[in-house]
């Protein structure tokens, strides 16, 4: 962990959340390093989704910082829009992608590029653009449905198809709220690779709910319990922790947790 | 995409196109005088649908303000017609009030060039304000909606509230001259027809490429989920304030040519029920589909004339009953009936219907 500290791309300092009283995220802490692949993990209502809020700028923090890339700037002043363009991609649970448009125009227009008003109206698709799209759309597998509509996808290639789109925007951070969800095991394990592919060049933020996900790919995991961060460490560690185990594990006795457990 | 085919599809449109165009500009070969200078006010009435299709259509903003933006392009342009005729004197509905003198913001419209530029300029430049106060607040939906409506009755009771200085409930009228030739001669409305089917044809390529555009694709982002473009980067509110103001400049244009075929401005038809109406066409012509929109006008306010000559008691009857027909049967519009001919579809499988566009409620 060391030599990646070295270069932290992402650090919150002390955020709360305050939804009308309810303090959805209290004081959390978290650091990511560059190239860094972070799973945040946690029981349900433990606030994992609003830190993504936060980072993204869905949601303004009542106290804390979050600052951004080498300059160090507090993002929780900015706009979403601001905080894509700095290099902070999104993921959301349930996939949203563009129905009426194609699945090409989708990543034509998530394709990283000036986003203003006057620079789309002229904007054309470059040689260059074209394959990196064409790239891109072999990597998802949506090659040969480039001009269906993305509304007509199935579950799974929409969340393959906004994957596609987070990579093209080239974030420098990538933040996915359950990722494999709804995916078959196959998908899972493709979802897996792929992530250990983007952290050669990227850092990534993972909220998953699948244990055996996160053991299989996890170096990093982060425990959030009601709001508050619980334990930081490798996953063997975190199985480790007594604490750990009572607030999240001990309580959902499910296969999963009495396998972590045991 | 990638690469642009003259595909046989193409070919069809690009001849259906390039027909109608003919057509348009022969019609004074076929029609009466009286016929002309109807089809000349419908095809006005088409740019204004071009621009409501683009705000509504394509990013999913309902606007029942347009006729304000209509009427300020005709007032701009009576200001001049009215300037002109009295010749350097009062207007005379100023010296009825009992004005002595011409308001400051009068003196300008003695210019064309610069009526013309206020015609367009003017509502493009209210659109943006209320864009700006609305959209950057994230104002939408019904929201936005009813505040267009309140939009028109604040300008149509300040019309007509400020009598000496507008013309009141009667509006603009009483002129008859341009560049000195006689508004009413078969000879001018010939040329003021074949003026406007330019503009049309201008108006709707300009459209065209605006929607073929990358613009065009994020404005349709922006209706499929606003939230969604803007955690790729792109700020909506820039863009709806951009297409809002575009089409409420494309709605003052038409109204301009509209005083020109007609003769008249007044607070009623920058009210509340021609601002239904321009979204009536669209929605009957086919939101999304520029086509479909000029189509929509043209047929609409066709079908309102035939029927109210013919019918003069229960037309209006017919024209509800028209609404109900292509509401019910045609949720896409007259355009979507092309959409059910296999050969003329461009996209494969998966194609609209299916994908969830939403649109405000009428």
């Given at each position: 962990m060391k030599e990646q500290m070295e270069?932290?791309?992402?650090?919150?300092?002390?955020?709360?959340?305050d939804f009308d009283g309810f303090k959805a995220v209290q004081g959390?802490?978290?650091?990511?390093?560059?190239?860094?692949?972070?799973?945040?993990?946690?029981?349900?209502?433990?606030?994992?989704?609003?830190?993504?809020?936060?980072?993204?700028?869905?949601?303004?923090?009542?106290?804390?910082k979050v600052l951004f890339g080498g300059s160090r700037v507090d993002i929780t002043r900015k706009k979403e829009h601001q905080i894509a363009e700095l290099g902070i991609g999104r993921k959301f649970q349930t996939p949203s992608i563009f129905a009426s448009l194609t699945v090409y125009e989708n990543f034509e227009i998530a394709m990283k590029q000036n986003r203003g008003v006057f620079a789309a109206m002229r904007a054309k698709l470059r040689k260059e653009d074209a394959e990196r799209i064409a790239a891109q759309l072999d990597m998802v597998g949506l090659a040969d449905k480039a001009q269906w509509r993305a509304g007509g996808l199935s579950h799974g290639e929409k969340q393959w198809l906004e994957i596609g789109m987070m990579l093209?925007?080239?974030p420098e951070i990538l933040l996915l709220d359950e990722?494999?969800?709804?995916?078959?095991?196959?998908?899972?394990?493709?979802?897996?690779?792929?992530?250990?592919?983007?952290r050669k060049k990227q850092s990534i933020v993972v909220v998953e709910h699948d244990m055996e996900f996160v053991r299989n790919f996890a170096s990093f995991v982060t425990v959030m319990h009601e709001g508050k961060l619980l334990k930081e460490g490798s996953m063997d560690e975190v199985q480790r922790d007594d604490r750990v185990a009572e607030v999240y594990l001990g309580k959902r006795r499910d296969a999963d947790a009495s396998r972590s457990t045991a | 995409m990638p690469i642009r085919k003259l595909s046989?599809?193409?070919?069809?449109?690009?001849?259906?196109?390039?027909?109608a165009a003919a057509l348009l500009f022969c019609a004074p070969l076929m029609l009466s005088d009286f016929r002309l200078n109807l089809l000349a006010k419908f095809l006005a009435y088409a740019i204004v649908a071009l621009g409501l299709d683009l705000i509504w259509g394509y990013t999913g903003i309902l606007s029942l303000g347009h006729g304000v933006f209509f009427g300020l392009g005709g007032y701009a342009m009576a200001m001049y017609l009215k300037m002109d005729a009295s010749g350097g004197k009062l207007p005379d509905f100023m010296d009825w009030s009992g004005l002595t003198k011409l308001p400051w913001f009068w003196k300008p419209f003695e210019s064309l060039p610069f009526a013309i530029a206020a015609g367009i300029l003017l509502p493009a430049l209210l659109a943006l304000i209320l864009g700006f106060f609305t959209f950057r607040n994230r104002i939408r939906g019904v929201y936005f909606t009813i505040l267009t409506q309140a939009l028109v009755i604040i300008t149509t009771t300040l019309f007509i509230g400020q009598q000496a200085y507008t013309g009141g409930t009667n509006g603009l009228t009483g002129y008859s001259k341009l560049f000195g030739f006689s508004l009413g001669s078969p000879e001018t409305k010939r040329w003021l027809y074949w003026v406007t089917v330019a503009l049309l044809i201008g108006a709707f390529l300009l459209c065209r490429f605006l929607v073929k555009s990358r613009f065009g694709k994020v404005l349709r982002a922006i209706r499929d989920g606003e939230n969604r473009a803007r955690f790729i980067g792109y700020n909506p509110a820039i863009y709806q304030m951009v297409a809002f103001s575009f089409s409420a400049?494309?709605?003052?244009?038409?109204?301009?040519?509209?005083?020109?075929?007609v003769g008249i401005i007044s607070p009623s038809m920058m009210g509340i029920v021609p601002s239904i109406e321009m979204v009536l066409w669209v929605a009957i012509g086919g939101r999304g589909t520029l086509a479909g929109a000029v189509i929509g006008a043209v047929l609409l306010n066709y079908a309102k004339s035939t029927f109210?000559?013919?019918?003069?008691n229960i037309w209006i009857l017919f024209m509800g009953a028209l609404f109900v027909v292509v509401v019910v049967f045609l949720p896409k519009g007259a355009a979507g009936l092309f959409g059910q001919f296999k050969w003329l579809r461009r996209r494969k499988a998966a194609d609209e219907g299916a994908d969830g566009v939403r649109y405000p409620a009428v």
């Open positions: 270069s932290v791309i992402l650090q919150c300092d002390e955020v709360t959340v959390m802490n978290l650091t990511l390093a560059r190239g860094e692949l972070r799973f945040l993990i946690g029981p349900n209502g433990a606030g994992k989704t609003t830190m993504l809020d936060v980072i993204c700028g869905k949601t303004k923090p009542a106290v804390g093209l925007q080239e990722p494999v969800a709804g995916m078959t095991d196959n998908e899972t394990e493709k979802t897996g690779e792929l992530l250990q592919e983007i | 046989a599809q193409r070919l069809w449109l690009l001849a259906a196109y390039t027909a400049g494309l709605a003052g244009l038409a109204g301009m040519l509209f005083v020109l075929h109210s000559e013919s019918y003069p």
